[in-house]
């Protein structure tokens, strides 16, 4: 027998059910599903909602039908607007790509001032497909095939292996209030051409693409650790750490086959090129590249890592 919905969510949310939670709510359907099974599980929680003012009087509307649902729930509420154009002018980013920073940077101001212990988020399979076939289509590794991780540092998404259709139809059983985004339904994006388009004919191909789907992700998760292991051992044998630099010896990492795939494993932390890392092997002692947080210049037969301070 399948598990149901909130027996799903249960045993996903058990490990953490006596933490302090901070939902982040956006009115719709998965949020309000996932508002309901924290208030029906008597968890301990408080709602984020944030108001991205880009839908005009539907946004506010959004924000009076959270605060209102909060009070009546006796919920603590918290709320924020933001000039979100503003500031994806001012960055030069797409809507969507502000749009998260701005959340997210708040989430995180919150739960270390209201001392929550995670943030929770409604994503679903659906969403972690849409993800995959994106990060397919622009060109991706492991992690970004495995797409939207079930947790990641203060983080968690206990819906992530619960379908859409799944959530609806508990929000019917139920009877949960939500609003709907208008602009879900437009095909402007990316993501809403493959929301609207791809994924039904996916599901009407093969009813149980998603079940293969979650198969998938379990095989990439199994994969992801395995090469972290494999990466851990080379690292141990060519990382060299000197006081506050880390030192490789370019004859070693030239001997690493697949080359790209080993250098791009090895240092995509420090947020380095791999393919730059690989032309300073031949350049001349002294030549560096940066990125945001550290430089790694190439001395004799050696490169070193060293953190911008």
Not at 56 to 66: H, I, M, Q, R, V
Not at 197 to 202: A, E
Not at 272 to 289: H, P, R, T
Request: aromatic content about 12%.
């Amino acid at each position: 027998m399948s598990k149901t919905l909130e027996q799903l969510f249960l045993s996903e949310i058990n490990p953490y059910k006596d933490c302090n939670f901070l939902l982040a709510i956006s009115g719709g359907v998965d949020s309000m599903v996932l508002s309901n099974l924290f208030l029906n599980n008597n968890l301990s929680f408080s709602i984020a909602h944030c108001n991205f003012q880009l839908r005009g009087k539907e946004s506010d509307d959004d924000e009076l039908f959270l605060s209102k649902w909060c009070t009546d729930k006796n919920i603590k509420f918290y709320k924020k607007k933001f000039s979100t154009e503003d500031y994806c002018k001012k960055n030069k980013l797409t809507i969507q790509m502000g749009a998260r920073e701005l959340r997210y940077e708040w989430f995180q101001e919150l739960i270390s001032k209201e001392k929550h212990d995670f943030v929770v988020t409604a994503h679903h399979i659906d969403d972690q497909l849409e993800t995959f076939i994106i990060n397919s289509i622009r060109g991706t590794g492991i992690d970004g095939l495995i797409g939207i991780p079930d947790k990641i540092n203060k983080i968690i998404r206990p819906l992530l292996m619960i379908s859409k259709d799944q959530i609806i139809e508990f929000s019917k059983l139920n009877k949960i209030a939500y609003r709907e985004d208008s602009s879900n339904n437009k095909e402007d994006y990316l993501r809403n051409k493959i929301r609207h388009s791809v994924i039904p004919y996916l599901k009407s191909d093969d009813e149980n693409v998603l079940l293969k789907f979650k198969t998938t992700i379990e095989n990439l998760n199994s994969t992801k650790i395995f090469v972290e292991n494999v990466i851990s051992k080379v690292k141990k044998r060519v990382f060299i750490y000197e006081e506050n630099n880390i030192i490789s010896s370019i004859d070693l990492l030239k001997d690493l086959d697949p080359i790209e795939f080993y250098i791009h494993e090895l240092y995509k932390d420090f947020q380095f090129n791999y393919k730059e890392i690989i032309k300073l092997f031949d350049s001349d002692s002294g030549k560096y590249i940066s990125s945001s947080n550290y430089k790694m210049i190439k001395q004799k037969n050696n490169l070193i890592i060293s953190e911008i301070k």
